[in-house]
């Protein structure tokens, strides 16, 4: 599979103007955060001191002194970290900032070649890096905030750009493994588990089984047998915790479809109490999974899985109860439709514009504080990727009718 990384690229010179671009953003954004004063990392903060703990034996969970600023992760999350504690935590930071970096710029450059191979766009690597560069300025918000708090969306979105083009090669073990290590950092990566038994990839299935349970022990290189169970025990209690504090539905900052359903419509006054709303989360949940199981074809037409696989990405944050950081997940679903878009007409090609602006640009340097606060409660990212979603759903009923 990355035969084709090759450090060489400098010699290409559009792969370096590529590269050029997704560094000098990197290092502007370093340099703005570091005149501001703004360099903190807190979020890869709670990563480093999880790895210090761990090597040391220590508790991970419901650490009092640790504030705001929990470890609510797997076990499993904190040890992947593990390598970068032989650098201070200073230097540890800058290390994950522009690995970050360099990993941004070979996942979206594989995951355009993929998409231009499977759909046979036939783009040449100029094309590609304007489709790229157009997608990148559409999640620049969120990929600047995922540097700047060290947060690990944009790892586990890259690493998914990653296994689909490991599903094209057909590299099970490699996809299996990739797929265990994201669902150990944030469980997203669940949400490909019905594709695969849509799919009939019981082979991959019982790979990735094999995988998970094979990297859940990591933690025994560190710990006792019971002092494992305990640490999954507090996992699970915290994870609940978690989610119990994120659930409130009817907040202007929870920018889930179960949320955002039930504000704008009178939902929100049959909401009276707790088992009615987790009726009603589940009563939606199950009409999502219906709309996805149809979005989804048996068998395995190359095409069909690409877009399938980009859907599932695209709909992470529109069911996770996470932050607006999450909606850089829909960065694959736009580099498609980008590449898709000479297929449009103007109505749709204005709506894919228009869904960009909503999921990228509310920017307190753009709009200001007021304006990107009344904006984000209204949750202009979630209509963002609803249009995002429309016009993946329309090219695949197109290229179905006309196949």
């Known amino acids: 599979m990355f035969k084709k990384i090759n450090f060489l690229f400098l010699h290409d010179r559009d792969n370096l103007w590529l590269f050029s671009f997704v560094f000098i953003f990197s290092c502007v954004s370093l340099l703005f955060c570091t005149i501001n004063d703004q360099f903190e990392m807190l979020d890869f903060e709670v990563y480093y001191q999880a790895a210090q703990r761990i090597v040391s034996s220590e508790e991970l969970y419901n650490i009092k002194s640790d504030g705001h600023y929990v470890f609510h992760y797997s076990p499993n999350a904190g040890i992947f970290f593990v390598p970068l504690l032989i650098f201070p935590l200073k230097i540890a930071k800058y290390i994950f900032w522009f690995l970050l970096t360099f990993i941004l710029y070979f996942g979206v450059n594989s995951f355009i070649s993929t ?130 504090a994120k659930q409130n539905i009817l907040s202007n900052y929870n920018h889930t479809i179960f949320s955002v359903l039930a504000r704008f419509t009178p939902i929100k006054y049959l909401l009276v109490n707790e088992t009615i709303k987790l009726i009603y989360q589940l009563l939606i ?81 753009l709009v200001g504080k007021e304006t990107m606060l009344f904006l984000s409660s209204i949750s202009i990212y979630t209509f963002g990727t609803i249009i995002l979603l429309y016009l993946m759903f329309d090219l695949k009923w197109k290229n179905k009718t006309t196949a």
Request: net charge positive; with cysteine; charged share 15%.
């Open 285 to 365: 949940l199950s009409i999502v999974g219906v709309g996805i199981l149809k979005f989804i074809q048996k068998g395995s037409r190359r095409q069909a899985c690409l877009c399938e696989m980009i859907l599932l990405i695209s709909i992470i944050p529109l069911i996770a109860f996470t932050n607006d950081n999450a909606f850089i997940f829909e960065l694959p679903i736009i580099l498609y439709l980008i590449s898709k878009s000479h297929q449009m007409n103007l109505f749709k090609k204005s709506a894919l514009i228009f869904s960009c602006a909503l999921v990228g640009l509310n920017i307190y340097e």
């Open 115 to 244: 998409v231009n191979k499977v759909e046979e766009n036939l783009l040449d690597q100029k094309k590609k890096n304007i489709i790229v560069v157009l997608s990148l300025l559409a999640v620049l918000k969120h990929v600047h905030f995922e540097l700047t708090l060290g947060q690990v969306n944009m790892l586990i979105l890259i690493i998914f750009m990653f296994i689909i083009k490991l599903y094209y090669l057909n590299k099970k073990h490699l996809f299996s493994i990739l797929l265990s290590i994201t669902i150990f950092i944030k469980p997203f990566g669940l949400i490909f588990i019905p594709f695969l038994v849509v799919k009939k990839e019981f082979k991959m299935l019982f790979l990735f089984l094999i995988y998970f349970i094979t990297l859940s022990m990591l933690p025994l290189l560190f710990y006792s047998l019971n002092d494992f169970f305990h640490l999954y025990l507090s996992w699970f209690k915290e994870l609940t915790t978690e989610l119990n």
